[in-house]
């Protein structure tokens, strides 16, 4: 059986992420995509993989805590890459409706008009405002290097809280010590922007995303007294340090039972 | 300070590992590379930075028992996709000069030019043949799905040892169902290709290669009593177990001590 809009048979054991695959190769070609994004997905598979594919309850409790905060801010800023739009435009269009968060768009890799394509991207998922695109970004911030650093004074330069999925260390580093309270989401709990970010949710963005939306819109009605409750019972070390150990057991489980069946006179 | 050939700066703490991604990235250009071996390189980024990014002792065993096999097969071929090409041709086709293997292409995608463009990127490392481009690839192997089935007949089709460096699991298994041995090099001891391969180099292409080469260069002068010694005493399944063992304690190490530095009023 083969699904309507891709090549990848339905029964392959590997078929949801084969799909995820095809749809970043496809967005080379609308130019969303730098060919750099296909390589940070790979590490994301990787760690992925050893997490179990699933959300934890840490990842849980990073969601929960994200959604809060985003709820809590007085100008809160979603910054969208090339792989988060991708991977999950509408979801993200969907938080931003949710929360009254702005949506920025804010790439490492600034070639001629992959700023453009994204916002298209973001605009067909029923994004109405989309900050950051062309002389928009004319703030510059100075703790970050790389074409990061240009932003929209009326989005993350402004902001008290950014939401940073799918980041690169440097800017993570960049937007803390500016004093922001910064949202991400990273697979890999070792890498800089895991440990530097406020809250980090160790979680594909394809299953965090939905996550993140049905928690802000359910937290939404409480007041702000519990939301900040939620926030303040939050450990982002305690996530981190769950999440690392999550991967350290079933690499362990993986390499005592062997994954694959055993192969006969193997040694 | 500025390397001659690329914009990388040598001082960046992963100066060496954005090279390399430089060096993909480039030769999606020249079609060695398809998009799908980006992802699969990020993949192996991940792997390798838990496995401490260097060739660990057990490593250097499948090296050295590698070496063993390929000097004692009648018909020892190794087999060239994009990723190996882009990464290392000069050590492949110098291993194939010590040795008298054979090189093949073989690819999972086989698009129209890549084939040649990898057969043009060995010859410029100094191949004199190279099998399995174009009508070349005549024979199907019925145990093998993906483009990968159509091979040379006077290279993999006969071969009793194949090399194969960075390599999809389906392939992996086909090859060993049919009684070849099979040499891989896998960043990630739990894949397919590493649980199948008779002989599992867990490390990175680019560093594994030259030892390769040079352990080749030295065994090369032994009778095949002393190379049949080395191989009887090799097990794949303990290089296995302790390349996994050696990830599980380096996260565990990572996570306990955190990786970055403390950074003020974190909980």
């Given amino acids: ?27 080379v070609g609308t130019k969303v995509l730098a060919l750099a994004g296909l ?25 929960t805590a994200a959604a809060a905060a985003i709820l809590l801010a007085e100008h809160p800023v979603l910054s969208v890459n090339g792989n988060a739009a991708a991977l ?13 968060a702005k949506l920025e768009v804010n790439l490492y890799h600034r070639q001629p008009g992959r700023e ?17 695109v062309g002389a928009a970004a004319s703030a510059r911030l100075d703790e970050i290097n790389s074409d990061r650093r240009m932003v ?7 902001a008290d809280v950014v939401f940073v999925p799918l980041e690169d260390g440097d800017r993570t580093e960049g937007l803390v010590k500016m004093g922001k309270t910064v949202i991400a989401v990273d697979l890999n709990p ?31 009605s409480l007041d702000k007294d519990a939301l900040h409750g939620t926030l303040s019972s939050y450990s982002n070390r305690e996530v981190l340090g769950e999440s690392m150990r999550i991967m350290e057991e079933r690499l362990h489980a993986l390499g005592e039972k062997g994954v694959y069946l055993e192969i006969d006179g193997k040694k």
């Fill in 1 to 27: 059986m083969m699904s309507s809009d891709t090549h990848v048979d339905d029964r392959h054991p590997r078929a949801e992420s084969i799909r995820i695959r095809e749809k970043l190769t496809h967005h």
């Fill in 39 to 63: 390589i940070a997905h790979g590490r994301g598979e990787a760690f992925d993989y050893l997490l179990g594919e699933e959300t934890t309850p840490a990842g849980m409790r990073a969601i």
């Fill in 152 to 158: 929209d004074p009326r989005g993350i330069y402004s």
């Fill in 88 to 100: 999950c435009a509408e979801a993200i269009v969907r938080l931003s409706q949710v929360t009254g």
């Fill in 190 to 220: 070792l890498s800089r922007t895991a440990q530097y970010a406020t809250i980090t949710i160790v979680d594909n963005l394809v299953r965090a995303m939905p996550l993140l939306v049905s928690e802000a819109e359910k937290l939404k």
């Fill in 116 to 132: 453009e394509a994204i916002e298209a991207l973001l605009r067909e998922a029923g994004a109405r405002e989309v900050l950051g």
